[in-house]
């Protein structure tokens, strides 16, 4: 099971594999196998095939097995290892069931009037992952809390800018109706690829708008805890780099690929490592 977790994590070429992989063995198997959890609830809300009534009733079903586990045992292997890993870490119930309702939400909104509905889904889909995490790892000062939540808006914001052509022709578009109209780019230039000024001038307040995420998650994390955080810290450091490439490619996010290297990943993880270990 510990294998089919780590295969899952590896082949999803996620940052997040390669920033917890210098995490010690127990940690390392905990991380991969909630990664694992989140990903395959993910994946039944982005099969293409089936039809979103199905999808809900997937869900359902996921969500059924998940209470199976925590009160005895599910038919999946994956979940009964991931219960065993909640029991193990002290890990709160609540952002799993958060997260399975962020992927209701995923199902039932394909539109944003403003930021703030947009926080409460990047809320459910993001932060409760990262406070799955702060788990694992490890804090003394609850600000790891605030620290995992804001991260957690701050790398969904991320993937909703890299992501904005391949979720329109999915037709969800998750930037806020009201920053639309605020720019005078509307729906149908989102969903035709429209790169133009009034798309710049969005995306560049988009961008900091992350930022300030990013920024408000660095202040909120205490320095007694940092060396413990340094695989949150390291997909930090690969999310805001993506941003910078957006910025760099003049937000022509339809037509550039918004991608960080294998190798650059992992120097990314390495480097912070390293500083953590001989820093703090």
């Known amino acids: 099971m510990n294998d089919i977790a780590r295969e899952i994590s590896k082949k999803s070429k996620s940052s997040f594999y390669y920033a917890f992989n210098l995490l010690p ?48 045992h599910s038919e999946y292997p994956l979940i009964n290892k991931l219960s065993k890993t909640i029991q193990n870490f002290n890990i709160p119930l609540g952002p799993f069931f958060d997260l399975l309702k962020g992927m209701e939400m995923d199902l039932q909104q394909k539109r944003y009037v403003t930021f703030n509905d947009l926080q409460t889904y990047c809320y459910h889909v993001a932060s409760t992952v990262g406070l799955m995490c702060i788990e694992i790892f490890g804090y003394r000062h609850s600000s ?3 620290f995992a939540v804001n991260l957690g808006i701050a790398l969904q914001l991320t993937n909703i800018l890299r992501d904005i052509k391949k979720d329109a022709e999915r037709g969800r578009i998750y930037l806020p109706q009201e920053d639309l109209k605020k720019f005078n780019y509307n729906e149908s230039d989102v969903l035709s690829s429209t790169y133009n000024e009034n798309f710049q001038k969005m995306m560049k307040y988009q961008v900091e708008r992350a930022k300030e995420y990013f920024n ?65």
């Open 25 to 72: 063995a127990e940690q390392r198997d905990a991380m991969n196998t909630v990664y694992a959890f989140c990903r395959k609830t993910d994946d039944i809300v982005d099969e293409g095939s089936v039809a979103d009534d199905l999808k809900f009733e997937n869900l359902r079903k996921w969500r059924i097995e998940l209470e199976k586990s925590l009160n005895g």
């Open 144 to 146: 790891a809390k605030d």
């Open 216 to 280: 408000k998650a660095t202040a909120c994390l205490n320095k007694e805890d940092k060396k413990a955080m340094f695989a949150a810290r390291a997909m930090q450091h690969i999310y805001y780099r993506m941003l910078n490439k957006i910025v760099d490619a003049d937000y022509d996010v339809y037509n550039k690929k918004i991608k960080i290297s294998t190798a650059k990943k992992v120097g990314i993880s390495l480097g912070v490592w390293a500083k953590y270990r001989l820093v703090y």
